[in-house]
């Protein structure tokens, strides 16, 4: 099987192993940005970067300049770590998946993939990372650290995440931006099923607390279209309350309020310099890992 084809979703789906996925994903990605235009961006895995004119020269590294014949300056653990929070939405919605028992990811299960995808990443540049879960209320708490026997640690918690019940994902980050004090990177990965204004008013949280901020807004491919093409009974998969609709009659109003939404947080996000990524489970993950490093050079 070709790497391509392996890395897709519904082929992750099959694997298990949440650290073989997440080492799949992440040297798939790599090799495929060495491939790239994007080649600069690899100074982002390295600890060194090149020499500016202004730079001591004694930070040179003349054993790099032998083999390369070009100047590059030894980066300081304390310039390059980052200390970086995951957060993980496992309440409910976030277990709905529209294909098969193993031909797709369910939202819960790409985020946790995505999530250890960006974990293994980080430490493997030696930054710090934590994660932390929830659903009505913060469910579990891990603060970050960037060795690699903790990753295991993070990787296996999410590995046995589980989807909870109802949602109180304004809550939640609230009580999240309290608890994380030091500054740093906030990385969310939720479908954001919960009251639009008390969303916003907790991503602006993060922000008031100068963090840095990345959403990953995770929806399934049925969840965008909506493509039913017949009379259906909808059960709520947090509250189990239920209702019977026609979509053909409501699929125009469907797509202007999911529209609607977007709108507004990409809005509201843009104007306090977080970075709004609505993703789709039957996108690559590499593409989600692109976007995160793109965030990461306009960062520095």
């Given at each position: 099987m070709r790497r391509e084809e392996l890395l897709k979703p519904e082929t992750l789906a099959s694997l298990r192993g949440l650290d073989l996925k997440a080492r799949l994903v992440v040297e798939g990605f790599l090799e495929g940005l060495h491939r790239s235009p994007y080649k600069g961006f690899s100074v982002e895995f390295s600890e060194y970067r090149p020499y500016i004119p202004g730079d001591e020269p004694?930070?040179?590294?003349w054993k790099v300049y032998a083999k390369r014949d070009r100047f590059y300056v030894k980066e300081y653990q304390e310039e390059t770590n980052l200390r970086a929070m995951l957060l993980v939405d496992a309440s409910g919605s976030?277990?709905?998946?529209?294909?098969?028992?193993?031909?797709?990811?369910?939202?819960?299960?790409?985020s946790v993939t995505l999530a250890a995808a960006l974990a293994y990443l980080l430490i493997k540049q030696k930054d710090a990372v934590g994660l932390?879960?929830?659903d009505t209320q913060i469910r579990g708490y891990l603060p970050p650290r960037s060795s690699r026997n903790y990753l295991q640690m993070l990787l296996a918690r999410l590995e046995n995440l589980?989807?909870?019940?109802?949602?109180?994902l304004a809550g939640s980050l609230h009580g999240l931006a309290e608890r994380t004090r030091k500054r740093g990177l906030v990385i969310i990965f939720s479908d954001l099923f919960d009251d639009p204004d008390q969303v916003l008013l907790a991503l602006r949280?993060?922000?008031?607390?100068?963090?840095?901020?990345i959403l990953f807004h995770i929806l399934d491919p049925m969840e965008e279209s909506f493509d039913f093409s017949s009379p259906m009974r909808l059960v709520d998969m947090e509250t189990k309350k239920e209702a019977s609709?026609?979509?053909?009659?409501?699929?125009?109003?469907?797509?202007?309020?999911?529209?609607?939404y977007r709108l507004r947080?990409?809005?509201?996000?843009?104007?306090?310099?977080?970075?709004?990524?609505?993703?789709?489970?039957?996108?690559?993950?590499?593409?989600?890992?692109?976007?995160?490093?793109?965030?990461?050079?306009?960062l520095r």
């Open positions: 004694r930070r040179i590294d976030m277990a709905y998946r529209s294909g098969s028992v193993t031909g797709a990811l369910s939202k819960l299960d790409y932390a879960t929830f589980k989807p909870g019940g109802e949602t109180n949280h993060f922000r008031h607390r100068k963090h840095e901020v609709l026609d979509p053909r009659l409501v699929r125009a109003e469907y797509h202007r309020a999911l529209e609607g947080l990409r809005s509201t996000c843009s104007e306090h310099r977080i970075d709004y990524n609505p993703i789709c489970t039957d996108q690559s993950l590499e593409y989600a890992l692109f976007r995160y490093l793109e965030k990461r050079r306009r």
